[in-house]
């Protein structure tokens, strides 16, 4: 199989990963592209080189895709552009392994789900909480019965600000702090209450943003899930520089029987046989099990219907952040 | 100064604290007294003989006030009793050191803030949490700038159930888990942010409660605070019972220049200079600080007007969440 990547702007770096967690792998990466007008793809192709990889590079997305005719394409131009290249993946019956958010509005993402339902191709995306090794070890718990019915979830997503990009300083190009962050808060409340969600109320602000325009860096979300379970996320990129990781991800799952918490990467069962810390699971790579999944040998963590559903609540849970009015799903 | 108890139900515990940490201190625990129809104080009573207090036991906490004549009364009944007996005591002009929340609905509060305001005399409140002296070493750094500007704030209040007493089991008597210990979030949100309420929104529920009743056992709430300051409280009764503490109260602080966590008793302080851990502070205790206040020798951490303001926003809150609507302040 041939694999191209459009953009540079988000987690293309997954696709390496997932060639490098698979060596064995029949698959090979064939180019490279920017996707949106300004984009620079030296990151990308610099990690290339660094993993022994040499893709053709492209200045134009259209004429790789033309030319290399890749099976499978990695989407991660700026933000906005998500939507249009997705589709235009799909037209094509290229399969597409999506950077989130999969589209930046709801008629967006309505339009995405038409041509995707229509294509019969796959639509993997970068949703990759579930394969944190410890966040897979709470999810793989949690199934398993290890804290009885999850009644609360907490998440939190906490980073470095640093100096971001220009397309993250207009809504327009970036599309807000929830979609891009919080989806990741969301898909760790979807998968680790197993519920459905009901509504939601945020809040967000771009106070304090050093400069960066209209970026949120600070948000907090309320999701009323199905059987009164609760979730709440929280978002910032309040994280201090001097911090030893880029990162401070979190999740507190409290059930009937147990709590489990995952925090450092590490994640702590408590429950009546007491607290232990459960064994971190990286059996597979998200990119390595969309593969798996094109071929019928495998499946991902996140199905295409959780993705265009968490999509969907982050795009709410930012219109109820805007508004200031409680939403429904 | 001459002090009494009425009822056994809450803290009146902080009352022998208080006592025990200043021995010094010119006041006698005189009188023991149930609040409310059915409630034991053999408890409290117990614990006054452990520290070696004699006080007189009452059955009839009126015959208490008439005969004993104490300077300031704790209260600590069933919950349902608190503003009708609060308010007796104001009308008495006895000073009132009062289990939260003062009263279980706003138009109780409102007739109690009138009282109060008509009065003249102490109303101190067992909101204990800006105490203990992890939290309070977090309060100190965060007033003296520590983490820059306060942007999210984010506080758990989680408690094992065990068997609780009859009258938790219904909300007339109880008044919801988040005027009950939602509360202490709330106090912690508004003085780790220094900010001001503008609206709530919350969800509760019963669910799994083991044959409480009416008694919520999870809940969360997402206050907009002024300047665009986000606070959320997780609040549950689901801690397992082979946890080593009762309680697993947090609190993280986010502000533009650090991060403040407390966990375990500890509070922890992220930011440009690296991690440290801070020294707790137990300089002073609640009721010995409400003591100094009615003396004129100091002052609470928390105001009159501060527990009053809290005790809104939690019956507020709980109203957000009985409605699933949005309410604001």
Known sequence: MKIAIIGASGHGIFVLEGLRRKPDISAALVGLAPGSEGESIIPIAEACQADGLHPALYKDYRRMLDEQKPDVVAVNPFFCDHERIILELLHRRIHVFAEKPLALTVEGLVRLREAYTRSGIHL?????????????????????GAVGEVRLVHAQKSYKLGRRPEFFKQRATFGGLIPWIGIHAIDLIACMSGRRFVSVYAAHSTQNNRGHGELEVSASCL??????????????????????????????????????????????????????????????????DFMDEIRGTGRCLVSTEETFANTEVALLARLSADSGKVVFF
């Open 124 to 144: 993997g995306c970068m949703l990759n909480m579930r394969y944190e090794p410890a966040l897979r070890a709470a999810y793989n718990a949690i199934r398993s």
């Open 223 to 288: 999701f009323r899930m199905s059987n009164e379970v609760i979730g709440t996320a929280g978002i910032d990129y309040l994280r201090p520089s001097a911090a030893s990781s880029h990162e401070d991800d979190r999740v507190r799952v409290a059930g009937t029987e147990g709590v489990i918490e995952v925090r450092d990467r590490n994640a702590t069962l408590l429950n009546s046989a007491g607290i232990c810390e459960l064994e971190p699971d990286a059996s597979t790579s998200l990119f390595g």
